[in-house]
């Protein structure tokens, strides 16, 4: 699945759209960035509740196509330039990190 169809399936805001269509591979879902920065990689999607510019630098160490904000938290201006500057797609959802997760595990088994 792309990150284009991952965001119309699952009805996603697009926040950063500056971004590569890469292919989905995987899910990682956690909100601690040291345990991100440890277990996710290239492929995968991070769905977290962080918003700020931290999670988009945490997302380019760990080569991360895209962050998935939950609980419609709002996208600060620093970490969409940040996003926008390493190519990394942003969306926001008002799904929880389990909805979130679990839609994405269905999609991409």
Known sequence: MTLRNMAAELNLTVVQDGYDDRTVERVYTSDMLSDVMAHAGEA????????????????????????????????????TAAAAGEGIAIFVTGMNQYQVSGELFTRLR
């Open 44 to 79: 995968d999607v991070l769905v977290t509740i962080q918003a700020h510019k931290n999670t988009v630098a945490v997302a380019s160490l760990s080569d991360i196509a895209a962050i998935i904000v939950c609980n419609d938290r709002e996208i600060p201006d620093d970490m």
